[in-house]
């Protein structure tokens, strides 16, 4: 398994939750790591993104400010820490990796991302 998904659950609106992306060794060393969320009945929307060298993040104007990403090179996992979370963030979370350049319009992209995992379902009660 290239990428590997966990974390969600169930939290009420304005908690936190963390979610993990655990990546083979090949795949954490090379590519960017970002998050995508799809909501039911909604498209894949992006959430976030960090460098391959850990150096630098981009969020959507959605999560900017509530959500960081951070990367533990001795794990191989890369970390979604969500605060004050909404009703509206509630959906299925997936983590993705690409070897594209680090630009807005690429990491941004579904379709620019080469290994995807199995997504873990965050639930927020309102």
């Known amino acids: 398994v290239q990428l590997q998904a966990s974390g969600g659950g169930l939290v009420q609106a304005g908690g936190s939750l963390r979610l993990s992306c655990a990546a083979s060794?090949?795949?954490?060393?090379?590519?960017?790591i970002g998050w995508f969320r799809q909501a039911p009945g909604k498209e894949r929307e992006f959430v976030g993104v960090?460098?391959?060298?850990?150096?630098?993040?981009y969020f959507s104007d959605s999560v900017k400010g509530r959500f960081t990403i951070s990367r533990d090179n001795g794990k191989n996992t890369v970390y979604l820490q969500m605060n004050s979370l909404k009703p509206e963030d509630a959906a299925l979370y997936y983590c993705?990796?690409?070897?594209?350049?680090?630009?807005?319009?690429?990491?941004?992209?579904?379709?620019?991302?080469?290994?995807w995992g199995q997504g873990t379902l965050v639930t927020v009660s309102s």
């Open positions: 060794a090949r795949i954490f060393s090379s590519y960017h």
């Open positions: 960090i460098r391959q060298s850990g150096g630098s993040t």
């Open positions: 993705a990796a690409t070897g594209r350049a680090f630009t807005v319009a690429t990491v941004t992209a579904a379709g620019k991302y080469d290994f």
